[in-house]
């Protein structure tokens, strides 16, 4: 055999079976633009929401800042209403119109023509209740005027030194003259026995 035989062409390298295969370069210069204008439009972005955000707070400040315009009108009622000007009122007497500068005479009031009035009221009977005590006393009223009326009776309760124990009232409505009714005054509260009973005073009132 002549030694003159060419050298064998060098062994190329054998691709590992566990890399990922190689990428043709037209797809890699598309990813490379793809990922370019990712970055470029979300600068954009980030660029438009800084604007935003600055022009919001801007606006809230100014509005913070400057205090409500004042009105240089002078204040008024709100309402527009005049104040009330309040009149004294004079009343009159019901009835007549006086004459100004003339006193006013008042009638007087009617009394009941006769003799006086306790001598329209007599003790019947004077007695003290034997169970709890009380003293009352039995009255007998004759209208002695020469009109209608009415009586008021106040009648004391006296022990035997004649100091006052108790008292009583005893009334009557609308006696003609000359008629005559019985009354009763109660007592209230225990009374020795011997206690004596009083008339105090007599009112007639005419009707």
């Known amino acids: 055999m002549s030694d003159n035989l060419p050298p064998p062409p060098p062994?190329?390298?054998q691709p590992s079976p566990w890399a990922p295969p190689a990428t043709p370069p037209g797809k890699q210069q598309r990813t490379g633009?793809?990922?370019?204008?990712?970055?470029?439009?979300?600068?954009?972005?980030?660029?438009?929401?800084?604007?935003l955000v600055y022009s919001l707070l801007d606006s809230v400040s100014d509005s913070i800042a400057l205090p409500p315009a004042r009105s240089d009108a002078p204040y008024s009622d709100?309402?527009?209403e005049e104040p009330y000007d309040e009149q004294p009122y004079d009343e009159q007497p019901y009835g007549a119109d006086p004459v100004e500068g003339e006193p006013v005479e008042e009638e007087p009031e009617p009394v009941a023509s006769g003799p006086a009035a306790e001598r329209d009221v007599t003790i019947t009977k004077c007695a003290r209740d034997s169970?709890?005590?009380?003293?009352?006393?039995d009255l007998t009223?004759?209208?002695?005027?020469r009109s209608p009326a009415g009586y008021v009776v106040f009648v004391e309760?006296?022990?035997a030194k004649g100091a006052v124990l108790t008292d009583s009232i005893a009334t009557?409505?609308?006696?003609?003259?000359g008629a005559s009714v019985k009354v009763k005054a109660q007592g209230v509260g225990e009374v020795p026995t011997g206690t004596t009973c009083r008339v105090k005073q007599v009112t007639r009132d005419p009707m």
């Open 141 to 145: 009223i004759v209208n002695g005027s």
């Open 11 to 13: 062994e190329q390298p």
């Open 131 to 137: 169970l709890i005590g009380w003293q009352h006393a």
């Open 157 to 159: 309760f006296l022990d």
């Open 33 to 51: 633009l793809i990922v370019s204008l990712a970055v470029g439009g979300g600068l954009v972005v980030a660029g438009a929401l800084v604007a």
């Open 78 to 80: 709100p309402y527009g």
């Open 172 to 177: 009557t409505d609308d006696l003609a003259p």
